[in-house]
């Protein structure tokens, strides 16, 4: 009898083992595709951010030097140029949004395109550029600068009030990009593209400053670069693949790989859910530092995609202390 059962048990954990591969195989035949959404060359598409307010996409185009205004319900696109490379943008006021600009942070009307300074910070420091950067739960902006030649760590992160202070809040950086919060405000996630890591931080909402560093995911330069990233409710991290071809589906908690949505652009460079229920990924793309062959095989490079992954996001916080 005992032998019987032995059998039994041995012929269930084989069939429970047949059963995973069976799953994971029919996964990996049939991962996610994101489908085109606004088609368009952008040079260095990025700053990916959903405004809930008015169910609008912000997004930019670097190396274009061109703001974007996003209305998936219309399919329309508004376009204001910047007098330099502009590397992250974040909603602010029903009129305004708030823009890294080469020399500095600027409040830009959204209805006229111009612009007021809001902080210098960095403006003397002509080998670095801003890049990505996000708001906090407070409303402050968080924004990184990278160093130009991309060799050196001499960019910094930065953390702007809507007084246009500037408090330097990570040094030693060479490209700084994606950064998010968990929703209950404990943990803030931060990547320096170069070191192929994503960082986390314990953020304190009551003085909204950060400690014990730690490495939370290490990624593979087979799978790509990590770039722009965004969160969802449940605390996963979805992050852009530079080279890669993808957007990468984090548990920070595990470091573990969960998924990848194929994007049909070589270069994914940062994402954010948007749409009424938040529940729809919108991803940008890049066409800089791909060769000929590449662009003719991808030609929808530097459009804008999207995908539904089956999971929401949380409203994200617009600058501004009174915003949020």
């Known amino acids: 009898m005992r032998y019987i059962i032995l059998i039994f ?3 269930f954990a084989s069939c429970q083992k047949t059963d995973k591969k069976t799953t994971i195989e029919n996964y990996n035949k049939k991962p996610l595709i994101a489908e085109l959404e606004y088609k368009i060359e952008s040079q260095l598409g990025e700053g990916a951010i959903w405004n809930y307010k008015t169910q609008e996409f ?16 219309t399919k329309e696109n508004r376009s204001f140029a910047t007098p330099s490379r502009i590397g992250t ?59 130009l030649k991309q060799s050196k760590p001499n960019a910094s992160l930065y ?25 209950n405000a404990k943990t803030m996630y931060y990547i320096d593209t170069p070191t192929s890591k994503i960082i986390a931080y314990d953020y304190d909402i009551n003085t909204g400053t950060i400690s014990n560093k730690r490495v939370v995911v290490e990624i593979s330069i087979e ?21 890669g071809n993808a957007i990468a589906h984090f548990n920070p908690k595990t470091g573990e ?13 940062a994402c954010a859910f948007g749409g009424e229920n938040l529940d729809i990924l919108y991803i940008t793309t890049a066409r800089i530092d791909m060769t000929p062959d590449e662009l003719d095989s991808l030609p929808l490079t530097g459009s804008v995609f999207k995908v539904i992954p089956g999971v929401k996001d949380v409203k994200a916080s617009f600058f501004g202390s009174e915003n949020n």
């Open 9 to 11: 048990l041995i012929s």
């Open 58 to 73: 912000y997004w930019i185009d670097i190396e274009g030097k061109l703001l974007h205004i996003y209305k998936p319900e």
């Open 89 to 147: 943008v974040v909603p602010y006021t029903q009129n305004e949004a708030v823009v890294a600009l080469e020399d500095g942070i600027y409040k830009l009307n959204i209805n006229t395109g111009t612009e007021s300074l809001l902080s210098d910070v960095e403006s003397q420091m002509t080998e670095n550029r801003f890049n990505d950067g996000k708001c906090d739960p407070l409303g402050n902006l968080w924004v990184g600068s990278m160093h």
């Open 159 to 183: 953390k702007v009030n809507d007084q246009g202070e500037a408090i330097k809040m990570v040094d030693s950086v060479t490209i700084s990009n994606g950064i998010v919060w968990t929703s």
């Open 223 to 243: 799978d790509g670069y990590p770039d722009g990233m965004t969160i969802d409710s449940e605390d996963m991290l979805w992050v852009g693949l530079w080279n």
């Open 257 to 269: 790989l969960i998924s990848k949505i194929k994007v049909p652009a070589h270069n994914i460079t």
